[in-house]
Nanobody, 123 residues
């Protein structure tokens, strides 16, 4: 079973940047598709970005494409999300998760959720 711990969230002004990290332990983490999701108060959890196990394929939600970059360092068991040009609507609790499926954005395909890291963007 893979355990995931997110970090790097915080308070930033609109237009600013943050880099989220997700440290993985246990299981065969390198063989999984990894993803970032977010959940704002009163809203459902939504897909943000995903990356294949080798890092060669990425996929983004249209709302973040061109502003966010997902990457992974398998040698350090770490997943990243570089977030630039942040907007107030990006405010949410951000989660990382793993999937045994090929590249996917479906919530139900992911498991082993971390506890989340809060991102707050002020206007």
């Amino acid at each position: 079973q893979v355990q995931l711990v997110e970090s790097g969230g915080g308070l930033v002004q609109a237009g600013g940047s943050l880099r989220l990290s997700c440290a993985a332990s246990g299981g065969t983490w390198r063989h999984y598709t990894m993803g970032w999701f977010r959940q704002a108060p009163g809203k459902e959890r939504e897909f943000v970005a995903a990356i294949s196990w080798g890092g060669g394929t990425t996929y983004y939600a249209s709302s973040v494409k061109g502003r966010f970059t997902i990457s992974r360092d398998n040698s350090k068991n770490t997943l990243f999300l570089q977030m630039n040009s942040l907007k107030p609507e990006d405010t949410a609790l951000y989660y990382c998760a793993v999937s045994g499926a090929p590249m996917t954005s479906k919530l139900q395909d992911f498991g082993s959720w971390g506890q989340g890291t809060q991102v707050t963007v002020s206007s």
